[in-house]
């Protein structure tokens, strides 16, 4: 069975039930290339199905389908062919653990952690684009949002702290505190609200000496600000 739009071939396929699509089946984009491929039952798509770039040709999508919605093991891919992301469907909602990967030479892992219901929840950890899946951020997510304790850390140095605090639904919240690199002394402490600066702050070089004094309304300097040498 074939399907056009004019003269251009979008689909073609073993058969039809009913008329609904039936059996294995192949569909095309707009310039001819192959674009999907995987099976129908009673118009349906069920089981195993591949997405491919339509420049390259090289396969974007693994997918697992139930009743036309994802459910099962996934992976996904760049134009290129490296990988982007792997995980589990559930019903069409994301699910369990889940990988994601840089889109560049090394196609380092760029974060791990875990899915509830199509949101991100509990500890995920983010990495810097390079070799060693050294932690650049990690901390927790409560349906969808940043939300209680993350870390921050310098390049470099396994797990050098640059900064900690807290996220209330995705927004900094509370003190957070700061470090100088390689003396790991500390540089700031500053509360948010809301993810805006607030209240008094100082800053101090890496040798501990105060560098500078002041107050944030809001996310702006206010009134006397100091800077000292």
Known sequence: E?????TSLMAEGESYANGKRQGRWILYAGNGA??????????LKQGAWKRYDPTTNNVIEDVIYKND???GQYKSYYADG???????????????????Y?????NYLASVGEYKNGEKEGKWTIFFDAPGQQPYEEGFYAVGYRHGEW?????????ALQAEGG????????????YNEGTKTLLSKIRYIADMEQDTFSTYYPDGHLHERGFYVNGQYHGLYEEFY
Do not use: D
């Open 82 to 100: 490296k990988k982007a992301e792997e995980g589990t469907f559930n019903m069409g909602l994301q699910t369990g653990a889940w990988k994601q």
């Open 69 to 71: 919605t994802a459910h």
């Open 167 to 178: 996220y209330k639904r995705g927004r900094k919240e509370g003190v957070w505190t700061f």
């Open 151 to 159: 870390k921050v850390y310098f390049a470099g140095a396994p797990k």
């Open 34 to 43: 192959k674009e999907q491929e995987g099976s129908y039952e009673a118009g």
């Open 2 to 6: 074939k399907e056009y739009i004019g």
């Open 102 to 106: 840089y889109n560049t030479e090394g």
